[in-house]
């Protein structure tokens, strides 16, 4: 317990730190024995601490399974048939059950128009004798049936020329051959050059161009070519042949307003001369009315926004001949849906209604072969989330009891060998975990007073603590609890009120009290300030300061013993120091002396 660098038996020849160290290890013995204490105290506290945070738990879940949220419902809606329809219940529905069919969709109409496109295709191309090119074949590999190459190479360009509406048409941009360059490429740029059409590549590597709708846009006497570069491909691509003939108009032919009516307001939209059909839609679109307009396949499509028919019916007119020269179509007719509701025929505008079902939005989505159930409840309770909650109670009551179990079952080790064997043992059987132990079982084994037999105890709904009496079960005896989930489930269908009251009824008196309501107070209880097992760990916090306080006193009086020791073997030291100087004084004299006065 000393300090510094101390030379001892200097001399008396006596290791005297070596005497001072075993007297203070021998004086220090209470002190270990002390520290034992405090070890001891502080697994008990710690264990008590551990119980405490299981408490907390099951009062978590005690609360969870008492939620006067979760059991007061929320409003649901259930369907037999997820793909026919869709049924969302308020807190306004009854509780009750429809048989539902879905026998005809609410529709509004839809008007397309009636131009098509014209389509034109080159022969076939082959990238070897009688082998057909493909969408990959590179250009500078291209030949003739025979297999002869078509001349193209690196660097050449190739120009596009054709007529559309009388007009001619020529590539703003040639397309130059590179090494990687394929007909796929090829196509790809033909399809730019003329604006509104598409290119495919069809069998035999013919390049196929379908021009935009109408025979005022259709492309006619449509060649591809080098300028006398690459002969072979010039030849080839000379001419291309008409596949399909237009048909309709596809721009506006005069300046006009097209008057639509739908959803019973009528939109006046002014079209211009020359406009295509994607500027005519975008116009539509712009005044917000009742239709949506968009251009499927290069044709206008008129579609209503409202369903039924009322709402959903489309009437298309102009001021002079543009209506006409469009050319619609009606695709789809404007229809009412119709449900079948307990075999009566209901019909709405909407595929969205609220009128059918009292308090529920009905959701029309197919139309079904049979009826089937939908159902309204405005307090719904999961019962899977019930039994979660149920499951959740049971799992922290048992890991709470296992717990104590564990601790007040513990005895000391007589004979500790080891640090862990002397801290065993902290709180067999302690008064706080046995007294919190019986109040937990008696929570949860009385009946509820106040409710009829059947429907009274825990385990009416699949809580209980087994059958120790007649079949020995252990975890009966040791005070843990069985979960019976099916048991819990028809009792939760039989009567959900019965289980509620048993499980979260608030009476006058703890005997009144649903299960869950007497492990929240009993659980409150033991924890809160004060409580049985807040005093305990506060108990244990009192006695470890106490021992510490005992371990200061006792380490203070050791430093002042050891001081004590060092200074009295010090001056031990001294005194021999000095008679060992007076004996060698005395020594040195006599031998000064002399013979004849040494003989006397």
Known sequence: MGSGINFTGLSSGIDTNAIVSELMRLEALPVQRMQVRIDAANARKTALKDISTRISTLRTASDAMRSVPFWAGTPRGTTGEAASYALDATSSAPKASYQIRVKQLATGEVWSQTASSGVRAFG?????????????????????????????????????????????????????????????????????????????????????IKSPAGTDREVTALAISTGGAA????????????????????????????????????????????????????????????????????????????????????????????????????????????????????????????TLIAGATLSLKQTS?????????????DPADAEKRAKDFVDAYNALADAINAKVKEQKVRTPKTVGDQLKGTLFNNSTLTTIQSGLRAGIGGPVSGLSPGVNLAADAGISTGTAATTLDQDAIAGRLKFDAAKFQAAFATNRDAVKEILTRDGVTAAEDGIAQRISDLTTDYTKTGGLLAAAID??????????????????????????????????????????????????????????????
């Not at 079948?340 to 019909?347: C, K, R, S």
């Open 539 to 600: 108990g244990s916090d009192d006695h470890i300061e106490r021992l510490q306080d005992q371990i200061d006193r006792m380490n203070a009086r050791l430093t002042t013993r050891e001081k004590q020791y060092r200074s009295q073997f010090t001056a031990m030291e001294r005194v021999i120091g000095q008679l060992r100087a007076a004996g060698s004084s005395l020594t040195s004299a006599l031998g000064s002396l002399p013979s004849n006065q040494q003989q006397n």
């Open 369 to 381: 072969a049979n009826a089937t159930t939908g159902s309204t409840d405005p307090t719904f309770v």
């Open 124 to 208: 076939a191309v082959y990238t070897a004798a009688n082998v057909f090119g493909t969408s990959a074949t590179k250009l500078t590999a291209l030949t003739d049936a025979a297999g002869a190459s078509l001349g193209l190479a690196v660097g050449q360009t190739i120009s596009l020329t054709g007529m559309q509406n009388a007009l001619p048409i020529t590539s703003a941009t040639p397309y130059t051959v590179t090494a990687s360059s394929t007909l796929d490429d090829l196509k790809g740029w033909i399809a730019k050059e003329i604006p509104g059409a598409t290119a495919t590549i069809e069998t035999g590597g013919r390049i196929s």
């Open 231 to 354: 002969l072979g491909f010039d030849a080839a691509f000379a001419s291309s042949a008409a596949t399909a003939a237009a048909t309709g108009l596809g721009r506006v032919q005069a300046n006009d307003v097209l008057h639509i009516t739908a959803g019973g307001v009528v939109a006046n939209v002014a079209v211009t001369a020359g406009q295509t059909m994607n500027e005519v839609a975008a116009a539509i679109n712009g005044v917000n009315g009742g239709i949506t307009a968009s251009v499927v396949d290069g044709r206008l499509r008129l579609a209503a926004k409202d369903t039924g028919v009322t709402g959903g019916t489309v009437v298309v007119t102009s001021d002079g001949a543009a209506a006409a020269n469009i050319g619609f179509v009606r695709t789809v007719t404007a229809q009412n849906g119709i449900v079948a509701i307990d075999g009566v025929d209901q019909q709405t505008e909407r595929n969205t209604t609220t």
